[in-house]
């Protein structure tokens, strides 16, 4: 496991926008995903590709940013998973969204299918690798 390191990230335009979102949303997210939103809103991680618990290879995108403004925000597909009882956090290149599931990480695809990937956020970006 190699350190992550985050590239074109977009300040948060609105220092409060995660506690308002919590709020808005009555969602409660983890405080090692609030952390890394702060940190890294929007950001692309380096390394970048994760396997889910079922073995198979994935992309991160990019993490969904807090700034309505911005083109990949948590704000266009909230009100679609908020139904589903999951957050979503990332995306991965081809439109699939990383999610906390409870604690829990999965992958959502779009063919309305979740998938295991790691048992909290910081085992998520822990599990970050490079493809060789």
């Avoid at 380096?46 to 991160?60: C, F, L, R």
């Amino acid at each position: 496991m190699s350190e992550v390191h985050w590239n074109k990230i977009k300040p948060l335009t609105n220092l409060d926008a995660v506690t308002q979102f919590e709020s808005k949303y009555h969602i409660t997210i983890p405080n090692d995903l609030k952390n890394c939103i702060i940190e890294h809103n929007g950001g692309r991680p380096s390394p970048n590709t994760i396997k889910t618990k079922n073995g198979k290879e994935y992309d991160v995108k990019l993490l969904l940013s807090y700034n309505p403004e911005d083109i990949e925000t948590v704000y266009k597909c909230i009100s679609y998973f908020c139904e589903k009882k999951l957050l979503p956090f990332a995306v991965d290149s081809s439109g699939n969204y990383y999610c906390m599931c409870g604690n829990k990480v999965v992958l959502w695809v779009q063919s309305d299918e979740t998938y295991d990937v790691s048992d909290s956020f910081s085992a998520f970006i822990s599990g970050l690798y490079e493809l060789s």
